[in-house]
């Protein structure tokens, strides 16, 4: 299995081959090894749309507790190509394609992160989600997310 993703505007290939590593212009990449959230940055997209709204709220949740940042450019591919890259720590995203998760997905698993759904399954075609960071960042982020639906449940009854 191969994936490509790559930026004109930057001139920079992201490729991965199953079982042989993540490669940006040819020279190996991985992921981040930022171990606290409240260092961590996150690229992040995602629809304001009411059926997404604890997914978003997660981000709010998050934000003010000053546990990061969070850049949003509003395309899943560069997300994920972000954080395999190591230029963020970590992403989450919700209501797109297979064909926005696919590559990316191949990338961050071969950069050496830890990619699931939000149920914390390991990510696959059938997923509509995307949750992934470095693997030792991973399991404070899915508690973080859990805690914020948790949450978010509370705020709405």
Known sequence: MLSATYLPQLDELLFAKKGGGAFLNG????????????????????RLKPEYSAFEYFKYYLTQRNILTINSFSCLGYDLFLVATGKRDWTVHKGAHLWDYAAGALALQEAGAKVTNIQGDPWSIKDKEILSANPSLYPILFEELHKSFSEFENLRT
Do not use: D, I, R, Y
Not at 30 to 46: D, I, K, R, W
């Open 27 to 46: 020279k190996q990449v991985f992921v981040t090894q930022e171990n606290e959230l409240n260092h961590s940055s996150a690229s992040a997209s995602g």
